[in-house]
């Protein structure tokens, strides 16, 4: 070795800045790229022990039916009743009553169920973990379950997030004024995220993305155009986009076509083992109560819940604009609380996406029929 080499390679003491000697940190324990990454069709026999009785946080003995049985449901019922109708300042409610985004929470968590492998649904509250929860679908989904932590901590492990998140569903629409069937519950909670069900083949680069909804994305699943006869969603899939629970609102392409959306939503709801009429009655159903948010851009929205700093994690998106609730909140992009005439939109719209100009015939409003029709926010 000549004597201008400068490289600290001395035997008997470490050089730079790391315990273990250097200066710059790699990867760490778990960290990409994996065996996964270089063989990613290898047989993956750990997911036969996922959530373990090992790691279960309520140990080996518990029993949840036995804690359920422990419950006084009607009084569960009114407490939840009683939180679905206090507004409270850091997420007031929409008109006075948080039912309807109760509804859609509960819906959303319903909604990933899919026949063909029987995975998604309900069942363990993975709302709450990505890549669901991240999902720009699930956009403000973790507020409604903030809101119910109260209720979460009184009751504790006697009552599972999966099961209060439905029953909170069935309270709002007791409470909105529609009779329902009663309430099963026993739904275990997972306590970590379930990384094996496939959620379709598009990835984006979390890193690189200028606006969450660049997350939604078909470019990959489908086989053939919309209309074609060999039109094919891959299986076991259901939703129609990554990061959507069931179709495009704005039509499969963005493109506001209402029989392009048929299309897409009886493949996705056969899929979710609804027949047309219950499809309809669902989707019709659901959206007589509550609005659509969309007083921000997308692109303004700050990074979902899993790739926000840690310390707010929990709190999803941040929403930068006033106070990022009430008149400034945004979800979706579109703005305004359900009409009967779907196909001459009244929507004022903030969103990159969102504002594409085939997607709703509505932008072709003169401006005073627009302001005329555009609602006014009261309470949120
Ligand atoms: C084709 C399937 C569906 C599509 C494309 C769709 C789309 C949407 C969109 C874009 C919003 C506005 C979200 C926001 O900005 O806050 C919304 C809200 C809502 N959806 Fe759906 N939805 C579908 C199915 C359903 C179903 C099956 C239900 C329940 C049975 C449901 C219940 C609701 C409710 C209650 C709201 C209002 C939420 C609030 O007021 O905060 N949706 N939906």
């Known amino acids: 070795m000549g004597t201008d ?15 273990a000697g250097g200066d710059h940190l790699g990867g760490t324990f778990g960290q990409s790229p994996t065996l996964d990454s270089w063989y990613p069709q290898r047989l993956r026999v750990e997911l036969l022990h996922r959530n373990g009785v090992d790691a279960d946080p309520l140990g080996a003995d518990f029993d949840y039916a036995a804690a359920f049985a422990t ?20 997420w007031p409610a929409d008109y006075g009553n948080y039912g309807p985004q109760m509804i859609r929470m509960a819906w959303h968590a319903a909604g990933t169920y899919r026949i063909a492998d029987g995975r998604g649904g309900a069942g363990t509250a993975m709302q709450r973990f990505a890549p669901i929860g991240s999902w720009w679908d699930n956009g403000n989904t973790d ?25 909170t569903g069935n309270c709002s629409l007791e409470l909105m004024g529609l009779p329902t069937y009663g309430f ?28 969450p909804d660049e997350m939604v994305s078909r470019d990959e699943r489908w086989h053939g155009q919309n209309g074609d006869a060999d039109y094919d969603l891959q299986s ?36 979710m083992a609804m027949n047309d009429e219950e499809t309809v009655a669902l989707i019709a159903g659901g959206h007589a ?8 851009p997308a692109s303004d929205i ?8 840690i310390e707010s994690m929990g709190l999803g998106w941040h929403n930068p604009v006033g106070t990022g609730s009430a008149e400034h909140t945004s979800t979706n992009g579109i703005e305004g609380s359900w009409t009967p005439t779907s196909r001459t939109c009244s929507r004022t719209t903030t969103s990159r996406r969102k504002a ?3 997607r709703c015939s509505g932008h072709r409003l003169t401006r005073r029929r627009r302001r005329l029709r555009t609602p006014t926010y009261p309470v949120r």
């Not at 109560?289 to 921000?296: E, I, P």
């Open 5 to 19: 080499d400068q490289t600290n390679t001395c035997s008997f003491h470490m050089s730079g800045a790391l315990p």
């Open 71 to 90: 419950i006084d449901f009607t009084t569960l019922k009114s407490d939840i009743k009683r939180l679905l109708t206090t507004s409270v300042d850091w």
């Open 143 to 167: 507020k409604s379950r903030r809101l119910l932590q109260p209720i979460k901590h009184q009751y504790g492990n006697a009552l599972s997030w999966a099961d209060l998140m439905v029953l």
């Open 184 to 211: 099963g519950g026993g739904r275990l909670d997972a306590w970590e995220p379930d990384d094996g069900t496939w959620w379709g083949p598009e990835v984006w680069n979390p890193h690189a993305v200028a606006s």
């Open 236 to 271: 076991p899939l259901a939703a129609s986009h990554q990061a959507l629970i069931y179709v495009n609102p704005e039509g499969p392409y963005s493109n506001g076509d209402p029989l392009g959306s048929a299309r897409d939503i009886r493949i996705t709801f056969t899929r």
């Open 289 to 296: 109560f509550g609005k659509s948010h969309g007083q921000v």
């Open 302 to 309: 700050g990074p979902s819940p899993e790739k926000a700093p």
């Open 356 to 358: 594409r100009p085939a």
